[in-house]
């Protein structure tokens, strides 16, 4: 029962570099998500997607891509990391008949450091 | 003013204290109300969920929503050293939309 599962679990970066986080759900769940944590700001939504073939910004997009290859699949990509996008992000899916059971399951997170 | 406040804390309690951890909000068409308990170095793992106002028991747990004064509360009875963790209270009107509070970090002492 893996759940949601995002590779790598840490990274570090210069500034400039490119990468992309993974994540994958065996949850068969429609909507999944990206956020960020940083202290004392709580968790940001930064991409989401409702359905495979969709996906829409969130509180703070800029700086970030995304693709939502299949049902299951959910990637994050940095195309030219800066210092501020040092934080730790989470993916995550939803659960449940949306607006009776919308329940978020988080990944482990990816610790991620720009130089 | 944010969308959802919550007391950052540190708070420090003994073990066995009975622990109050508190969340207002602004937006009054939110209708879902959670809270995830996360430990150090972990996702956030959704710990209890109620639908508009009332108590909800799980265990030691209790949530509980007043929707007329838009706050929010998670009880937890007989604290253990295990409950040591940051606690997010999260809502949404259920739509895509989840809105965090910032979490409250939470230690018990044996």
């Known amino acids: 029962n893996a759940g949601v599962t995002q590779t790598p679990k840490f990274q570090v970066l210069k500034t400039g570099q490119s990468m992309t986080l993974q994540c994958a759900q065996d949850m068969n769940h429609n909507s999944m998500y990206w956020y960020r944590q940083d202290p004392g700001m709580g968790l940001r939504l930064i991409y989401y997607s409702a359905s495979e073939g969709t996906t829409d910004k969130g509180e703070v997009p800029n700086g970030y891509n995304v693709s939502r290859l299949n049902k299951r699949e959910f990637s994050l990509r940095l195309e030219s990391a800066a210092p501020s996008q040092t934080s730790v992000y989470f993916c995550?899916?939803?659960?449940?008949?949306?607006?009776?059971?919308?329940?978020?399951?988080f990944g482990s997170g990816t610790q991620l450091s720009v130089l | 003013q944010k969308e959802v406040e919550q007391d950052p804390g540190p708070l420090s309690v003994p073990e066995g204290a009975i622990v109050s951890l508190n969340c207002t909000y602004s937006n009054s068409a939110f209708q879902y109300f959670m809270w995830y308990r996360q430990y150090s170095r972990k996702g956030p793992e959704l710990l209890m969920y109620?639908?508009?106002?009332g108590n909800k028991e799980d265990g030691r747990f209790t949530a509980q929503v007043d929707k007329s004064s838009k706050y929010i509360s998670l009880f937890i009875r007989d604290s253990q050293p295990s409950d040591s963790a940051t606690y997010l209270c999260?809502?949404?009107?259920?739509?895509?939309?989840?809105?965090f509070g910032p979490g409250t970090r939470l230690s018990v002492l044996p």
């Open positions: 995550a899916s939803m659960g449940g008949d949306r607006g009776l059971m919308s329940k978020l399951f």
């Open positions: 999260a809502m949404t009107s259920g739509g895509q939309n989840f809105v």
């Open positions: 109620t639908y508009s106002s």
